[in-house]
């Protein structure tokens, strides 16, 4: 088995800020067709997918500039799955931004980012997390480990399934 991050918290609050703002720019690159706009979307991605969030631009705008001012008590969530969701979303928008760059597969393009777009509203605007709920498979399959014994039951409801436990620090 294989642990995909150390164990970990973060304010549920701040993905979700951060998946409203990839809605806002993958629709602005579907809108535009300015393809480019993707790679630091994509860097950003990357950075928050390898377990350096604090790293992360969009989080960090999201943190001091929306979330600060937000009422309402930190709602903290196990990282691990939102750090798988931020790597399939770093391997989709950085495929889109490859297939339109290179290739000028704008249609290709055009779909990932679609996807990527959808994918992001429903975390967003319900909390619905795609990629946490691929975790929680993973981890019930034994495919990943986690210390969090809620990331792997796919039968929780998906805002209940990544409550971190209460003795993980943050």
């Known amino acids: 088995m294989r642990t ?11 993905a979700r800020v951060v998946a409203a703002a990839t809605v806002v720019i993958a629709a602005g690159v579907l809108l535009t067709g300015w393809w480019a706009v993707l790679l630091p ?3 950003d991605f990357a950075v928050r997918a390898s377990g350096h969030p604090t790293w992360s ?32 979303g770093a391997l989709v928008s ?28 429903l975390e967003a605007a319900f909390g619905f997390c795609i990629g946490c709920r691929l975790y929680a498979l993973l981890a019930s399959t034994g ?20 409550k971190p436990r209460q003795d993980v620090p943050r």
């Open 4 to 14: 995909l991050t150390r164990s970990a918290v973060m304010d549920e609050r701040v």
């Open 41 to 43: 979307l994509v860097a």
């Open 57 to 88: 631009p969009l989080a960090q705008l999201s943190r001091t500039q929306v979330v600060e001012r937000l009422r309402g008590d930190r709602r903290p969530v196990a990282a691990g799955p939102k750090q798988l969701a931020t790597g399939i």
């Open 94 to 121: 950085g495929s889109a931004a490859v297939a339109a760059l290179v290739f000028g597969a704008v249609g290709f393009s055009t779909a990932l980012m679609a996807m990527l777009a959808a994918a992001a509203f």
């Open 143 to 162: 495919v990943v480990a986690d210390d969090c014994p809620e990331c792997s039951d796919i039968s929780a409801p998906p805002l209940a399934m990544a």
